[in-house]
């Protein structure tokens, strides 16, 4: 049987809890994929100008696919973020040429390292850390940079392993002096980001750290999603809900975890920077969702979260 998610023990106060709800959803990052190009025209009436999109790495993907999306976003307005999985690159010399030209074409000043689910390196780089040791980042002209962070631990990775590469990271970034963003993978319930972010803060780290929560989307399309990344007890939050065959192959929305990590800081229980959105093919949809909650287009509900 699946557990109701954990709430979180501060008080919601709705005059404090929308705005900030609002605010949440203007601030935020998103994703998008290469096969999302087709949409990105569409989706600049619901984006700032000059908004982060992270640009992610699917299988089989080439660099030079990356560089093409990211010159796209630049062109629309937007601020790409390419997403770099070290594990892929196969020299030092591909590493310079990829970010010269990221650099040059698509004017990118961040990436987001990750080691890449592979089990063997192309190349010499086999961790995150031996990029950051590297250099490379800094002697292109980058001065930012998102490092992956594992609220929930890793399904191929043991929890201290994890713990200690997140630590090792953010210390190596600081060295280079970099602009440092812990981003998670996806998280359901609020609860376990809390407890990770409090830990970081009490072992010295003081980069800013960033949710990650799924966009508006088929719940058998998360819970797909959740099991390939190793969600953990967060998990649970999918299922909080009426078990009817509509129910269940309905949608899942993040109202509830957006408005729980805002009674967070409401409450100053967390100093989380801010949330980024994770789209699974519906990039557009999500766009268009953050812009109405940007505008305060919707109502807390009963439930622990919103209705747009």
């Given amino acids: ?54 640009v992610s790495f699917l299988p089989k ?21 390419p997403h770099l999985p070290v594990r892929l690159l196969q020299s030092a010399q591909e590493l310079t040429g990829i970010l010269r030209g990221l650099v040059r074409e698509a004017q990118i000043s961040e990436v987001l390292l990750i080691a890449g689910d592979y089990a063997q390196a192309l190349g ?14 800094t002697e292109h002209g980058l ?3 998102s490092l992956a962070g594992h609220p929930e631990g890793h399904p191929k990775v043991a929890l201290d392993e994890i713990r200690r590469a997140e630590l090792e990271k953010v210390e190596l970034a600081d060295r280079a002096g970099l602009h440092t963003s812990l981003l998670t993978q996806m998280f359901f319930d609020a609860a376990p980001f809390i407890d990770w972010a409090r830990e970081l803060r009490s072992r010295g780290v003081r980069c800013r750290i960033v949710g990650g929560v799924a966009g508006p989307a088929r719940i058998t399309t998360l819970f797909k999603f959740a099991l390939r990344c190793g969600v953990g007890p967060s998990i ?13 192959i309905g949608d899942h929305g993040p109202q509830a975890v957006m408005r729980s990590l805002a009674q967070a ?5 967390s100093d989380f920077a801010g949330l980024h959105f994770f789209c699974f093919g519906g990039y ?22 919103f209705d747009c």
């Fill in 284 to 305: 557009l949809r999500t766009c268009e969702w953050l812009h109405q909650v940007a505008e305060s287009r919707f109502t807390l509900n009963d439930s622990g979260g």
């Fill in 124 to 137: 010499p780089f086999d961790c995150v850390a031996d990029v950051l040791r590297s250099g490379a980042l």
């Fill in 236 to 248: 649970r939050a999918l299922g909080a809900r009426p078990t009817s065959l509509v129910k269940i």
């Fill in 143 to 145: 001065h930012r940079v």
């Fill in 1 to 54: 049987m699946i557990n109701e998610p954990r709430p979180l023990s501060v008080m919601d106060n709705g005059a404090l809890t929308a705005p900030l709800i609002a605010q949440l959803a203007r601030e935020a990052t998103i994703e998008l994929c290469y096969h999302d190009l087709k949409d990105l025209e569409s989706s600049r009436r619901f984006l700032a100008p000059g908004k982060q999109v992270y």
């Fill in 265 to 269: 800081r409401v409450a100053q229980a």
């Fill in 61 to 81: 993907q080439t660099w030079a696919q990356t560089q093409a999306a990211c010159s796209a976003v630049r062109a629309a307005g937007l601020a790409p973020v």
